[in-house]
């Protein structure tokens, strides 16, 4: 019962962080998109071309390189049962992310059954606990990047892994458990994330230098299995949905970002980054980092099975170091990873806590750091979700007017941070994204629409009052004004707990800290506008466009 209601943290926590933050960001786009217009508009099997161009998000906004329907074709599968019980589209969205969520938190529990097995039921709590309380896995595990599809298949493989290693590696079973880890990596990369092809490289060379399975009877068989797999799918799947043949977007990506090094025009970073800044923050607790880590890979019971486990990993990271663009999102692959060989070190603490002063205080510093990680955590998650001005103001704009027949503009960072068609509930409603810098500069444009959501109004011609102002996180304060001490109604906190906060707040700072007291900042960073009644005027148009569009 103990260990039911520990291994529930971890989908709990999941879908806590979904439902506090359910609104997607760019990144996320294309495959949101893709499961709605899946589920929505159906598939095809006549007139392709021209039912994508006219339903599909993806051939109006392509992108720099095509991605797979892999992964959205398979959520629009298993979400489509859901659409008979819920009328909403927006709580459509919920589904959708829950089954990927709780997708990769059957994938870490199932890693935890593994941990058990190699480290002691006592290293598997700790491994719940730990990975729990870690913000960034908890809170991209519901979120459609490609990343996270591909997360599922690494822990699994991970799983099969530390069981070959952890139990005896000549039986038969253990190389059936190699197979599956080095097929499920390969398909993984194959469709999903090109890089996951270093991890499988890594894996593979520990294997042979440790466990000398066979390459005839083993490894080639996976490796051919899971590449043949991958790409008769992802090749099928994609060249239909793209109406290109044949496509494999993998590797269109691959060539794209990291051959033509198009990467770079996104940011690089040093060549220690992952190492120095990305993986203590995806671990969050520093007694992970700077205790049970190094003493579950040091200590000799443990010293085989975590190196086994880790040093495929630890040459990933630095193999893709490498590269000058990094994302922590690249490794997150390995954080189960890390985080099982830190839940020995806690393990090894945990049942020695009674025998020595030592041990006593180390397992002391565990609780404290872990409960302080849950705390950092939940701070982050309420930091994250006011980052989604566009989600919040298009839903605020339905509360507003439930008038049908209504056009409504959305400018580019609206559609970037929270509006998915998801979003777009109102069936007589036309939502325009328009982005030609031509048609924006067209007074009779924007006669077209009764409402506009933008980050700017003085970019929008003609008479706009702002109806609304729509804030997101813009930092932090320690001595905040006091009309930054008020309740947030965009927030997705009840409004009645804010007010009991912030009347704390006030009688704290009042009485005992002398004005102090940390709060978030907002500011508004897009505006609900409805149309005035005065006409455009000439003067309205930017210098530099000075000719009506008629």
């Not at 990467?263 to 690089?268: A, L, M, R």
């Not at 999102?329 to 890390?338: G, L």
């Not at 979003?423 to 409603?429: A, G, I, L, S």
């Not at 709060?519 to 309205?540: C, F, H, N, S, T």
Request: aromatic content about 12%; some cysteine; proline content about 6%.
């Amino acid at each position: 019962m103990l260990d039911f209601a520990i291994n529930a943290i971890i989908p709990l926590a999941v879908i806590a962080h979904l439902v506090a933050s359910p609104y997607t960001k760019v990144e996320e786009s294309f495959n949101i998109q893709a499961t709605h217009d899946i589920l929505t508009h159906g598939i095809p099997w006549s007139n392709t071309t021209a039912f994508f161009a006219d339903r599909y998000d993806h051939v109006s906004f392509p992108g720099s390189v095509p991605r797979t329907f892999t992964g959205a074709l398979i959520l629009a599968g298993l979400s489509r049962p859901f659409e008979y019980f819920l009328s909403s589209p927006e709580k459509m969205q919920i589904v959708v992310r829950a089954i990927l969520g709780l997708a990769n938190a059957a994938a870490l529990v199932s890693f935890r059954h593994a941990i058990d097995i190699a480290y002691g039921k006592t290293a598997g709590r700790w491994f719940i606990l730990l990975q729990a309380s870690q913000f960034h896995v908890m809170y991209y595990a519901s979120r459609t990047l490609p990343n996270m599809f591909a997360f599922t298949m690494t822990t699994i493989a991970m799983r099969q892994l530390l069981l070959a290693k952890a139990v005896g590696a000549k039986s038969a079973k253990s190389a059936k458990r190699r197979r599956l880890a080095l097929y499920l990596l390969t398909i993984a990369g194959v469709v999903f994330r090109s890089e996951i092809a270093i991890l499988l490289v890594m894996e593979t060379a520990m294997l042979v230098h440790r466990q000398r399975p066979s390459l005839a009877k083993e490894i080639i068989p996976a490796g051919l299995a899971g590449a043949a797999v991958g790409l008769l799918t992802t090749v099928s799947v994609d060249s239909f949905f793209w109406q290109q043949f044949p496509l494999w977007p993998e590797w269109i990506g691959f060539y794209y970002n990291t051959i033509l090094g198009k990467s770079t025009d996104w940011g690089t970073s040093p060549a220690n980054w992952y190492f120095l800044v990305a993986l203590p923050r995806l671990l969050l607790n520093p007694m992970t980092i700077m205790v049970t880590l190094p003493m579950g890979i040091s200590l000799k019971p443990l010293t085989r099975t975590s190196q086994d486990l880790l040093l495929p990993h630890l040459g990933f990271i630095a193999a893709y170091s490498l590269l000058p663009h990094k994302e922590w999102r690249f490794i997150i692959y390995s954080i189960p990873a890390f985080t099982a060989v830190a839940s020995t070190g806690a393990s090894w603490i945990w049942t020695r806590r009674s025998k020595t002063l030592f041990y006593y205080v180390l397992s002391n510093l565990l609780i404290i750091t872990t409960m302080a990680s849950f705390m950092a955590s939940a701070g982050l998650l309420y930091v994250s979700s006011s980052n989604y001005p566009g989600g919040q103001a298009l839903h605020r704009l339905h509360q507003l007017d439930a008038t049908p027949g209504k056009r409504i503009f959305l400018d580019n960072l609206a559609c970037q941070t929270g509006i998915t068609k998801f979003q777009q509930t109102r069936d007589t409603w036309v939502y325009d994204k328009t982005e030609d810098p031509d048609q924006l500069l067209t007074p009779l444009f924007w006669q077209s629409f009764e409402y506009v959501v933008a980050e700017d109004p003085k970019r929008i011609i003609g008479d706009w009052p702002i109806k609304e102002k729509i804030t997101a996180f813009s930092g932090f304060s320690l001595r905040p004004q006091d009309d930054e001490l008020v309740a947030n109604r965009m927030s997705r906190v009840p409004l009645g707990w804010q007010e009991q906060y912030y009347d704390l707040a006030r009688v704290v700072r009042r009485d005992f800290t002398n004005g102090y007291w940390p709060v978030i900042r907002m500011q508004p960073k897009l505006y609900i506008l409805e149309r005035g009644q005065a006409k455009p005027k000439l003067a309205d148009l930017p210098d530099a466009k000075l000719t009506l569009h008629m």
